[in-house]
């Protein structure tokens, strides 16, 4: 099975921090993705990245940066986090091969910025 | 307009009653994902759909490309069936995928 894990299930830091969400898969796979949810919204795509060292802003990339520098590990990096970053953040990959894969999901951090 | 639209939104159930959450999407995918959330976030992907009707124990999922239009139902629901189910649309470009904003099940004992 696959597994997603993200490296912390709740987290609480202040306004102005730098903040480092991570996400580590165990199955090769190429795609990796970090996706904020809100209520009302749904779950909303703030990066991904296709390959190591390579990353692609989603539909809301505006105060969040990300890092690939291994395969199996994606970083979402709040520089300077602020209270409208408060969400449940969901890490999710997915593999390349054999056309179209289904993403797989870690079980999201849900992050406050006081 | 949203580009994938569930519904309802909301939905409480007894035990035991056949439920249906609909999606319809406005644009070219190459695939329709179902993604069940339980309480506390973790996603779990249930089923990936192009074409046709699947089947995993109590749920169908069936998708009409014309209309475009997708249905998740699940037979005999349990309280365990409790949960947010989310609907995706793969788009024909980029991986990208367009989610619904979720439907949350409440079935009762």
Excluded at chain 1, 69 to 85: G, H, V
Excluded at chain 1, 95 to 107: N, R
Excluded at chain 2, 9 to 34: D, K, M, P, R
Excluded at chain 2, 87 to 95: G, H, P, Q, T, V
Aim: with cysteine; net charge neutral.
């Amino acid at each position: 099975d696959v597994k997603v894990t993200q490296s912390s299930r709740y987290l609480v830091k202040r306004t102005g921090e730098k903040v480092f969400l991570e996400c580590v898969q165990d199955m090769d796979h190429e795609n990796m993705f970090w996706y904020r949810q809100d209520p009302g919204l749904g779950l909303r795509l703030i990066y991904f990245s296709y390959d190591v060292k390579m990353k692609e802003k989603g539909d809301i990339p505006e105060g969040y940066s990300v890092s690939r520098e291994k395969k199996e590990r994606f970083s979402l990096i709040l520089e300077s986090a602020s209270t409208n970053q408060t969400s449940m953040y969901l890490c999710a990959s997915s593999s390349l091969s054999g056309g179209y894969q289904p993403q797989h999901f870690g079980d999201g951090t849900r992050l406050s910025i006081l | 307009k949203n580009e994938v639209e569930q519904s309802p939104q909301n939905l409480t159930a007894q035990e035991g009653e056949f439920i249906t959450i609909n999606c319809s999407y406005s644009v070219g995918i190459s695939a329709l994902h179902w993604l069940q959330q339980h309480p506390g976030g973790g996603i779990v992907s249930l089923f990936m759909l192009s074409s046709g009707k699947k089947k995993h124990g109590r749920l169908i999922a069936t998708i009409n490309i014309q209309e475009k239009h997708s249905s998740l139902h699940i037979t005999a629901s349990h309280p365990r069936d409790s949960a947010v189910y989310i609907c995706a649309a793969d788009l024909n470009r980029d991986d990208k995928i367009i989610f619904g904003k979720g439907t949350r099940l409440h079935i009762l004992p």
